[in-house]
């Protein structure tokens, strides 16, 4: 009851909690390698996508193959697909993480793309930038408060491509 009022308090709907689409990352984030000629090394994520593809299956088949699948059986099989989806996401989220035969703890979704070395970081914040420039903010008496002006030097060192790229096609 009190995360229904949480929910009524804060605006938040219910179904914003549900997936419909489960994200899958693009291959070079999980990759397969070949060790040896017969040999294949993979990343986590491909082996937790395979439970989800096979427990979906099975579900699939449950739901389409025998019109007298007693409903129990069929709530297992959902509860199943629910539980290797919450391992794929946040592999521990249910309690005991899911472990490999070597006993290592599978990298879930959010390992790969949260922390210090997940992938938000590396790739997204942690981006060289190509100029950097300090002035000092000062008042623009002809320029409307939402607007702000740039001296024209720092405005053509920013858009220097740009403005070649113009310039090229318009001799062209």
Known sequence: ME?????IRTNIEPEWMVLCLLPVLPPELRSIIQIDDDKLMSSDINELY???????NTL??????????????????????????????DNGIRG????????????????I??????????TLLEKRIDYLRRSVIVIGLSLSLHRYGLLREIAIE???TFLIRNLIQSLL
């Open 113 to 122: 793309i949260e922390g210090k070395e997940g992938r938000f970081r590396e």
């Open 158 to 160: 920013l858009f220097r």
């Open 50 to 56: 395979r439970r989800v593809i096979y427990r979906n």
């Open 3 to 7: 995360l229904a009022k949480h929910f």
């Open 60 to 89: 699939i088949d449950l739901l389409t193959t025998s019109r007298s699948t007693p409903e129990e059986l069929v709530m297992c099989q959902e509860k199943l697909v629910q539980e290797v989806v919450d391992t794929l996401l």
């Open 96 to 111: 005991q993480p899911m472990r490999d035969g070597n006993n290592k703890v599978y990298k879930s979704f959010f390992d």
